[in-house]
């Protein structure tokens, strides 16, 4: 198969940042992908409507003329988040998730929770109003190995989770190991998984190949192959559980290229070819379309974007860098380098 036509996809996880760097990274998933959840760990978090809403407005602004895209906003669950106001943004069409956090897992997550029990108020009110739960599943314990920490979320708090709120639905944010690809296949209907194109393309082996590649560190870390072959597995299957959601985080390459370096891959600009690279791998081409525009809708109860589009085999190079006017680069996933499909 050397041409593929399929419904214009959704992005259900990427990071735009704020200010200078979110203007310059926006346009790319806005030309790729019809809607997106917008992840709220900003500076200071996106933790209430109205900032959602203020959020949208300059995502918006920065949205190339000509080209259809909407921001789908979400709030970062912090301790003291206040259901009513959860509960009234999703009703008025502002918010259309909650993002848990685990204090201290990941970039800007500072002011996450500390406890389920600390938010049981907010999830009873998610429950009933049929608010979808997006988790970054990862234990933050220091003596638990970071290769480890999903495995875990999943045994010692997703578990207990799902058993204590049957009613709500759950979205397993970027699953990496085999033992999240399970729990979401045990919980189908109202569980489901986003997986980003790093962990379908590479394992843990990637990160030093050559030497340190710091603009392949993200969190969850990348793991084992095993847990790789597993990501791929689910997400070729066809069954609907897991969708595309690239988990597209950009830092400046200063961040990246430090002795602390930031973590998050940045791959808005070549997302499509790098899930389209993994499905071709998997002679799975005729099922891509599930997994990019048709399994994210279908769970979260929205229309599947009526716009075809089409890409086929034919090789391109990608930049090195994208350029942040007044700040520095991004480096994208696979710059320098060159893709083999390319958008019709």
């Known amino acids: 198969m050397t041409r593929l036509t399929f419904h214009r996809p959704d992005d259900w996880h990427v990071h735009f940042r704020d200010g200078d760097p979110m203007r310059a990274v926006v346009p790319f998933t806005a030309r790729a992908f019809g809607r997106a959840i917008v992840m709220p760990n900003l500076t200071p978090p996106v933790t209430t409507t109205a900032l959602a809403a203020a959020y949208r407005e300059r995502i918006l602004a920065a949205v190339p003329e000509g080209v259809t895209f909407t921001p789908l906003m979400t709030a970062y669950l912090t301790d003291g988040s206040d259901p009513a106001d959860i509960v009234a943004g999703h009703a008025d069409g502002v918010l259309t998730a909650v993002k848990l956090y685990p204090a201290h897992a990941t970039t800007n997550s500072q002011f996450g929770v500390t406890s389920i029990a600390a938010v049981r108020p907010v999830l009873a009110a998610m429950e009933k109003a049929g608010m979808p739960l997006l988790i970054h599943g990862e234990v933050t314990r220091a003596e638990v190995d970071v290769f480890d920490r999903e495995a875990r979320f999943v045994e010692e708090v997703l578990l207990p989770l799902l058993a204590d709120f049957p009613g709500l639905k759950v979205?397993?944010?970027?699953?990496?190991?085999?033992?999240?690809?399970?729990?979401?296949?045990?919980?189908?209907?109202?569980?489901?998984?986003?997986?980003?194109?790093?962990?379908?393309?590479?394992?843990?082996?990637?990160?030093?190949?050559?030497?340190?590649?710091?603009?392949?560190?993200?969190?969850?870390?990348?793991?084992?192959?095993?847990?790789?072959?597993?990501?791929?597995?689910?997400?070729?299957?066809?069954?609907?559980?897991?969708?595309?959601?690239?988990?597209?985080?950009?830092?400046?390459?200063?961040?990246?290229?430090?002795?602390?370096?930031?973590?998050?891959?940045?791959?808005?600009?070549?997302?499509?070819?790098?899930?389209?690279s993994v499905f071709e791998e998997e002679g799975a081409l005729d099922r891509f379309e599930i997994f990019a525009s048709l399994a994210g809708p279908a769970f979260y109860g929205l229309p599947v974007n009526p716009e075809r589009v089409t890409w086929e085999k034919r090789s391109r190079p990608v930049a090195e860098a994208i350029e942040v006017p007044g700040a520095g680069e991004i480096v994208p996933l696979f710059g320098g380098e060159t893709v083999a499909w390319s958008p019709v």
């Not at 190991?177 to 843990?204: F, S």
């Not at 595309?244 to 499509?272: M, N, Q, R, W, Y």
């Open 171 to 276: 979205v397993l944010e970027h699953v990496t190991t085999a033992e999240g690809v399970a729990v979401v296949k045990a919980h189908a209907g109202r569980m489901a998984g986003t997986i980003t194109p790093q962990h379908l393309l590479y394992d843990r082996n990637a990160l030093f190949k050559g030497g340190i590649r710091p603009h392949l560190y993200c969190l969850p870390i990348l793991k084992r192959s095993t847990h790789k072959l597993a990501l791929r597995a689910a997400a070729t299957a066809g069954d609907g559980l897991f969708f595309l959601g690239t988990d597209t985080a950009p830092h400046l390459k200063h961040t990246k290229e430090t002795a602390c370096g930031c973590a998050g891959v940045f791959s808005a600009p070549t997302a499509i070819e790098a899930y389209l």
